[in-house]
């Protein structure tokens, strides 16, 4: 793998991706917004006099994206380090480059101070490999690790292999209990159903249980409770739900592992389908909301009970059950 070091002049564009650094600093965001002044002694001296974590301190960070999410992550954390410090360039980027990326010139490799070849093709081969990204984090020394969306970003092996470094490395997200416990449709709703969220009727209604936040597991007879083991547990849970109904796979996701069933005699076919699709995935069986519209918010928060809501979008426009547009 090649490396090369660049030094060029970069957007003051975006504003906010710093705030998740901060938390990875023990900075409270709280405490963030409470000084005006800049800090001519960088990085430490930002850390140290808003009580943060010394051996913490973040100063060079890999981008383990491309394309649009890398540039805005560059832009966001560059205009926060200006405006703090006085130094756009506060913060060292190691930008992860394929020659597809690099044929296409792609802008966050312009924006990159350290840019890495990675092998080429899927992205098993580059963002999404996780071996790949902690043996480039652990040679170029980096602090933390920023994996955006898509890719690496919702593996908790990657947040958990991270933390096993010596030096341990940051992961600007989540940890990987919270992380492996939502990122699962069952766990995550037996979690929201728990916790007194509204939940729409599913064949794990009523299943409540405890989080355990060092593991990020449920009781295994929880989880067991709310599975659809079977075509036919398929079929009997389907009737109590009421059609049209939705069958899902845990670990499913853009776009597979998902049937809309509105008749008895479907039920097991498409039971098998979405087993077939998403192989050793836990099933479970949703009521269909119609008429409705596909709404998500983004929360943001910190170790130390800051949260903030960034603002909602809708995604109602689909294709085959994956988003095409976020409005």
Partial sequence: MAEVEVDRPSSQLGASAAAAANNFMGVPASESFRFHRRFSGGVPEYVRELGGDKGRVIEKVLIANNGVGAVKA????????????GDERAITFVVMATPEDLRANAEYIRMGDVIVDVPGGSNNHNYANVTLIVELARLHGVHAVWAGWGHASENPILPDTLARSDPPIKFIGPAGPPMRALGDKIGSTIIAQTAGVPCIAWNGSGVMADYDRSTGSLPEKAY???????ATEALEAAKKVGFPVMIKASEGGGGKGIRMVDKE???QTAYRQVCGEVPGS???????????????VQLLADEYGDAVALNGRDCSVQRRHQKIIEE
């Fill in 265 to 267: 005699e479907n039920v």
């Fill in 74 to 85: 560059i832009r966001s954390i560059r205009r926060w380090a200006y405006d703090v410090f």
């Fill in 282 to 296: 836990p099933i479970f069986i949703m009521k269909l909301s119609s008429n409705s519209r596909h709404l998500e």
């Fill in 224 to 230: 067991n409770d709310a599975t659809v083991g079977s």
